[in-house]
């Protein structure tokens, strides 16, 4: 405790005056952990009963467990690598489980790096629908790539703007955004004390500044009658009440909403920033209250402004035939069916599957235009560890799978090649019939195709 700063303490204990103590107490305890299951790959119940973790469900997360951080090591299961769960801090759940996305629907994700919450609405898309995850910061938008490929989810664009520059592009599109807004991170001093370094009074009204600017941003991208959630992790008032007080004041086009699950949580505290009562309606989850970290989250609803124009699809410059010819030739030697009809777009030798009503991406950052479908080298197709990803073993014609206990599971997962007895060609390699990557047979030998920039190393297992 001895790093929170003076000026923290003095604050959080004017705002909490009888709780303090309790609050307080809380930095002396051990946070709560969580995972949730993710289910584009595995119904949550089934996923918790195959897991070898010591679970607990999570109340206001139907996929979200607890897990014993003493006993279990999530991160460092090949379930993990084959995407089966997300790590994720408990409180992070609530903001999209309040934004309740359902399949078919556009949703942007403004502030999206590293996926917690982008893989979340992923999975309560279930493949149908659009998912936009925007990033600035190139380095964060390059876990959130990894995360969204572990996860297998089929139906994202990865985009690296300003949110400024997306709200003329986007106008009216979106029937649901989620902004969980950078902020001065009070909520998380326990887990990650090097964010208590960075705070400062002077910090967090900059955070607010920051927070107004995306909310400003995001507002005419949202349909009539659309949802906009806004979550922090910070109790700073002036970044949560406050932030929303002074939005509201200048976009009267949207109101304040329940927030699905409050029961779970404690109402948000207006009079704290001299803001409209009916934010109360927003919620705050508080360490001493729940089982997780501090978060702040609301819902607002969009009950007028323009209707968005209806954007056409960007015209894209055709796949040349040699790309196409060495796809297909991919296709049928590997996949049992072919895709239903598909639209490709070429980004150097890159081939990805382009995304029903996406409008045209022309000038913005793109990170990730569509689903990444692999790369062509020369005549040849080499498939994408996203495309593995994202494919079952009915859907391709060879498949090696290995339990958990095979010790040859391990040596892919270190990149070797392992001696196999299968007909030659593109084999997914699973684990207890998960997909965990790519290996290539020939002459009696899977070739291992599982990426250098994943693989485990000794290190990885102590
Ligand atoms: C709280 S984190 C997002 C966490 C993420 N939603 C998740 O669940 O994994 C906030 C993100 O906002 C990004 N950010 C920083 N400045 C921004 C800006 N001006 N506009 C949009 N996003 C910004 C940060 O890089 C950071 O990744």
Redesign the pocket.
């Known amino acids: 405790m001895n790093h929170l700063p003076s000026e923290y303490l003095e604050q959080m204990e004017k705002l909490l005056g009888t709780e303090y103590t309790d609050f307080i107490r809380t930095y002396r305890e051990t946070p709560a952990r969580g995972l949730r299951i993710n289910t584009l790959k595995v119904p949550a119940a089934e996923g918790a009963a195959l897991l070898p973790f010591h679970l607990e469900p999570i109340p206001w997360c139907e996929t979200g467990y607890f897990y014993d951080h003493h006993r279990d090591r999530p991160g460092k299961h090949v379930f993990h690598a084959a995407g089966l769960y997300y790590i994720?801090d408990p409180s992070?759940m609530a903001?999209v489980e309040a934004l309740a996305p359902l399949p078919g629907e556009k949703v942007l994700?403004?502030?999206?790096?590293?996926?917690?919450?982008?893989?979340?609405i992923a999975a309560k898309l279930q493949g149908r629908g659009l998912l936009v995850s925007?990033?600035?910061?190139p380095q964060?938008r390059k876990a959130?790539v990894e995360?969204l490929e572990r996860c297998g989810v089929p139906n994202a664009v990865v985009l690296g703007e300003?949110?400024r520059h997306l709200k003329d592009r986007f106008a009216g599109f979106f029937d649901r955004i989620?902004i969980?807004?950078?902020?001065s991170?009070e909520g998380m001093f326990r887990k990650d004390p090097e964010s208590c370094e960075r705070w400062s009074p002077k910090a967090t009204d900059q955070c607010a500044d920051?927070q107004l600017?995306?909310l400003d941003?995001a507002a005419p991208m949202l349909r009539p009658g659309g949802i906009l959630t806004y979550?922090?992790?910070t109790f700073n008032p002036s970044e949560n009440e406050g932030v929303l007080s002074r939005f509201l004041k200048q976009h009267p086009e949207f109101e304040v909403q329940n927030v699905p699950g409050a029961e779970h949580y404690q109402p948000a505290r207006p009079e704290w920033a001299d803001a409209p009562s009916d934010l109360s309606k927003a919620a705050r989850l508080w360490p001493h209250h729940l089982r997780g970290e501090g978060h702040f989250v609301a819902v607002l609803k969009k009950i007028g402004g323009p209707e968005g124009t209806k954007q056409r699809a960007g015209k894209l410059p055709p796949v040349h035939n040699q790309a196409v010819q060495a796809y297909r030739a991919f296709i049928k030697e590997t996949l049992t069916s072919p895709p239903d009809h598909e639209q490709w777009t070429l980004f150097g030798n890159h081939l990805y599957r382009m995304l029903d009503e996406l409008p045209p991406v022309k000038g913005i950052k793109v990170e990730r235009p569509g689903f990444y479908l692999g790369q062509l080298k020369g005549k040849h197709f080499i498939p994408s560890h996203a495309w593995a990803l994202a494919l079952s073993p009915e859907e391709v014609q060879r498949s090696l799978n290995f339990e958990v206990e095979d010790p040859d599971l391990y040596r892919y997962l270190q990149g070797e090649a392992i001696p196999v007895n299968l007909a030659k060609g593109w084999t997914l390699v699973t684990v207890n019939g998960f997909s965990l990557g790519w290996g290539k047979v020939s002459g009696g030998l899977l070739k291992n195709h599982y990426p250098k920039w994943l693989r485990w190393d000794e290190n990885f297992f102590r």
């Open positions: 994720q992070a903001p994700d403004l502030c999206a790096a590293p996926g917690g919450k982008s893989t979340q925007n990033e600035i910061s964060r959130l995360n300003d949110p989620l969980d807004a950078p902020c991170g920051l600017e995306i941003a979550s922090t992790c």
